[in-house]
């Protein structure tokens, strides 16, 4: 069965970085699209960042273009965010999404989510 | 900037029905948006009910359903029950690899 466990979540200062994790199970990351999306305490989700399944093209929220990058390791089945340049408003729970199959544009299954708190 | 619209807010009673609406700040929602649904609880992750519009995901009751009413996209749980209490978002797709979600409905079931 499919399964995202989401790591590399904690607190880092403002200006900092921190790179976080999302180990796939039950399923290739070379046969679907994958996305991350962050929920800031008490708010709404919000898309953050894609990769195609041929990873040929990421997309990123105007919010983070710039500082995050999205990526992927398919020898470790591991879908990566790098984060840069944090700023308090980054503050949230990211989770790693998988897309469904092509031309369903949605997100199939998600992980347990991944803390960030940036925090002087 | 695009923004999607939804309820912040919407009661119904345990075996009602009721309907919650995913707009567009400008322009209407269709089909080539692949509306989704997702519903959740505090503390957890979302849970996906709806894809491409009316498509319910693998074990969702058949009292959530999916449709296009007028210029929005619709969630609509019939036969409501108390476990359906949850945030319920939408979100639409913009094309280019890019998303953008509703602000997500709080609905309360009594």
């Known amino acids: 069965q499919v399964q995202l466990v989401e790591s590399g979540g904690g607190v880092v200062q403002p200006g900092g970085s921190l790179r976080l994790s999302c180990a796939a199970s039950?399923?290739?990351?070379?046969?679907?699209?994958m996305r991350w999306v962050r929920q800031a305490p008490g708010k709404g989700l919000e898309w953050v960042a894609s990769i195609r399944r041929d990873g040929s093209k990421n997309n990123y929220a105007d919010s983070v273009k710039g500082r995050f990058t999205i990526s992927r390791d398919t020898s470790k089945n591991t879908l990566h965010l790098q984060m840069n340049s944090l700023r308090p408003e980054d503050t949230a729970v990211y989770y790693c999404a998988k897309g469904g199959t092509t031309g369903t544009c949605y997100f199939d299954y998600w992980g347990q989510g991944s803390l960030v708190t940036v925090s002087s | 900037q695009t923004v999607v619209t939804q309820e912040p807010s919407f009661s119904v009673s345990p075996g009602g029905t009721v309907t919650l609406t995913c707009g567009l700040s400008s322009g209407s929602v269709s089909t080539s948006h692949y509306p989704s649904w997702y519903q959740q609880t505090p503390g957890q992750a979302p849970r996906t009910l709806i894809y491409?519009?009316?498509t319910r995901s693998s074990g969702v009751p058949d009292r959530f359903s999916g449709s296009i009413l007028g210029n929005k996209a619709a969630l609509t749980i019939t036969g409501a029950q108390a476990d359906d209490e949850s945030d319920y978002y939408c979100v639409l797709y913009m094309g280019g690899g890019i998303w953008v979600f509703g602000g997500g409905t709080k609905l309360t079931v009594l």
């Open positions: 491409t519009t009316n």
């Open positions: 039950g399923f290739s990351l070379t046969n679907y699209g």
